[in-house]
């Protein structure tokens, strides 16, 4: 089953490194059931643009929380691979607070149709989970290419929007504060008269 937006994102159980106390520590997706997920699967640790990329989810770790967003991070890395990444990498380095998943088998990554069966590694693959458990948006990437923290943060800020306020939707390039559309037949093929001229980069 390919997983798309709008379906239930598969619980799993695995082992995660927890590098703020520094401990071994079992997860289940359901654990965070009534928070915002952002499951990150990655290829490897000791590695050249994963290190830049867990790097950006740190320093934007405390924007994060303030969404109510988790993280959780995910390599076919064991937790004791973790461990050592953490603390010897400098961009790592007493910067990572959120939970490191170890899935060596492979066994989640196929679940969320991420692993590479011809590297043996996760593709680039991340998922925004509703407080419902539900997948709202996802993204995967080839190997060599890292990806935009500020997209990620802006694409949770506008489903959150969207959440709660469930009769709105919100156009390219929508930021908070920016003008959003109310659907209907009435503005079909006449969109640009609902946003107002200079809003956006594109109008």
């Known amino acids: 089953m390919v997983l798309q937006p709008g379906m239930k994102a598969p619980d799993f159980e695995i082992e995660a490194y927890k590098p703020d106390t520094d401990e071994i520590v079992k997860v289940k997706l359901s654990d965070f059931k009534g928070k915002w997920v952002i ?3 990655y290829p490897a640790d000791f590695t050249f643009v994963c290190s830049t990329e867990l790097a950006a989810m740190a320093h934007a770790y405390d924007t994060f929380k303030e969404l ?3 993280v959780v991070s995910i390599s076919t890395d064991t937790v004791f691979d973790h461990k050592g990444w953490v603390e ?9 607070k959120f939970l490191m998943g170890s899935d060596p088998t492979g ?3 196929r679940t969320y149709g991420v692993y ?6 996760a593709f680039r693959g991340r998922f925004i989970i509703d407080p419902d458990g539900v ?3 996802y993204e995967v990437v080839n190997l060599s290419m890292g990806r935009n923290v500020n997209e990620l943060i802006r694409q949770i800020k506008a489903l959150q929007y969207i959440r709660e306020h469930p009769d709105e939707v919100t156009p390219a390039q929508w930021e908070p504060g920016k003008p959003t559309i109310k659907p209907s037949i009435k503005i079909s093929g006449k969109v640009g008269d609902q946003i107002p001229k200079g809003s956006y980069s594109y109008w």
Not at 88 to 94: A, V
Not at 116 to 121: D, N, R, T
């Open 116 to 121: 590479s069966e011809e590297s043996g590694v």
């Open 68 to 70: 109510n967003v988790e």
């Open 107 to 109: 066994k989640v990554a």
């Open 88 to 96: 010897q990498e400098p961009l790592l380095k007493g910067r990572v």
């Open 39 to 41: 499951l990150c699967f």
């Open 135 to 137: 997948i709202q948006a």
